[in-house]
């Protein structure tokens, strides 16, 4: 495989994982934790946890979009 062939290869699987991770992202911005306290109320909210892997994610897909434009040809 020749260091061009291997760019686009990298390229593109980044760009397939961006997607995935993107579609993750939008997914669970949408999403709640949710508590059911005594079987007839349920308490919803976003988890810090949550919160922080969302900002994770959005962070690492901006870092491969940047990565991408570097490695695609001009």
Do not use: C, Q, Y
Not at 18 to 31: F, P, Q, Y
């Amino acid at each position: 495989m020749t260091p061009s062939s291997r760019n686009e290869a990298d390229a593109k699987l980044l760009a397939e994982a961006i997607a995935a991770l993107r579609e993750l992202v939008s997914r669970a911005s949408e999403t709640n934790d949710r508590s059911f306290d005594d079987g007839h109320s349920v308490d919803e909210w976003k988890s810090d946890e949550l919160r922080a892997a969302i900002a994770r994610a959005e962070a690492v897909i901006e870092k491969a979009e940047t990565a991408i434009a570097e490695l695609s040809p001009r």
